[in-house]
């Protein structure tokens, strides 16, 4: 029997929800180009167009509350995953920024703030997270990375949610096992990393000396080459554009210009040293630009994420609830035997 490790090349499913072409660089959501969709849509729209009803932003329970209020000494990621198992399904997706930024709140020894109903998904984030009503750049930039990130195939945590859902298991349960997924570093925890790296160089003029000692050393340079894409992250090109944009007229352009001077020498010496791997920018390097640039700490990068990804989690258990069978791979054995007596 062929064993195809990590399920590499295996098609488990159908789907309308999006297609990525490694070879190409392509990824579309629901019919559109994501450097179409991402940054001209509403969060809202994205929803819509992926079959994802909103029905606001719902009130947390006092049970969940008091959970968050107790977490201090949890990850943000690990506050999701246990607040997230006290909802209802109506109360999917709107409860997820408030969950993040309560417990941010909380964390930080200030109480949450209210949704205001006059703003919408990604604006009223921001104002739940700082008590501030943003810069309209600041919407912008955020929402485009949130349409930009709502998809991406069967990845790991979409995965396990449709696993969960083809056995007739709740949509609550489901999402709650994606969120476990994408905990894990090998799938949602690359971004701060990519940051950490531009800010170690900290001066254009010490990129090479730093990336060069970095690969020389056998360092992964975080933020560039991808498992599936084989040219260029095309959500790294629509986040790079939303950075520029929202560096430009409402951040820190010593950073940015840092940043794309980080990448232009990375990529020469990917090529230099490791000629013909492809390793292009993904999406990990300007994310980190683009979400410290909304002023969030680290770790609010991958919670952030979900805050997006729970709408196509919800979308493809949907999908999976319709198709109705159990998702159940084999698996080879290659223990002993014991012999008989």
């Known amino acids: 029997m062929n064993v ?128 501030v009503e943003p810069h309209p750049e600041l919407v912008r930039g955020l929402e485009t990375y949130l349409n930009t990130v709502v998809d991406h195939g069967l990845n790991a945590s979409t995965f396990t949610a449709r696993v969960i859902a083809s056995t007739g298991s709740d949509l609550v349960s489901a999402i709650t096992g994606a969120i476990g997924a994408l905990k894990g570093p090998l799938h949602g925890g690359a971004p701060g990393p990519a940051l950490d790296m531009v800010f170690e160089i900290g001066d254009a003029s010490r990129a090479e000396e730093v990336l060069r000692r970095k690969i020389e050393s056998g360092e992964r340079l975080m933020g560039f080459g991808h498992r599936v894409y084989k040219v260029r992250d095309p959500r790294a090109d629509v986040l790079a554009a939303a950075a520029e944009r929202m560096f430009t007229r409402a951040g820190d352009m010593h950073l940015y210009d840092l940043a794309r001077a980080v990448e232009s020498t990375a990529l020469r010496l990917l090529e230099e040293y490791k000629p013909g791997r492809r390793l292009q920018t993904n999406v990990e390097f300007y994310t980190a630009l683009l979400l410290h640039g909304l002023g969030l700490e680290v770790p609010l990068f991958t919670p952030t994420f979900a805050v997006s990804r729970v709408v196509g989690w919800m979308a493809h258990c949907a999908e999976q609830k319709k198709v109705g069978r159990l998702i159940r791979p084999q698996s080879v054995y290659v223990g002993e035997m014991v012999a008989r007596d």
């Open 4 to 131: 195809q490790n990590g399920l590499e090349g295996v098609v488990a499913a159908e789907t309308r929800l999006s297609m990525v072409d490694g070879e190409r660089g392509e990824l579309v959501i629901a019919g559109w180009r994501v450097e179409d969709l991402a940054p001209r849509a509403s969060f809202e729209e994205v929803m819509d167009l992926l079959g994802v009803a909103w029905k606001g932003f719902p009130r947390l329970s006092e049970a969940t509350v008091s959970l968050l209020r107790a977490t201090h000494s949890k990850s943000a990621m690990d506050a999701l995953r246990m607040a997230a198992g006290t909802l209802e399904e109506d109360d999917l997706p709107g409860a997820f920024p408030v969950i993040v930024a309560s417990y941010w709140r909380l964390l930080h020894g200030r109480e949450p703030v209210a949704p205001r109903e006059d703003l919408g998904y990604a604006a009223n984030y921001l104002w739940m997270l700082n008590g």
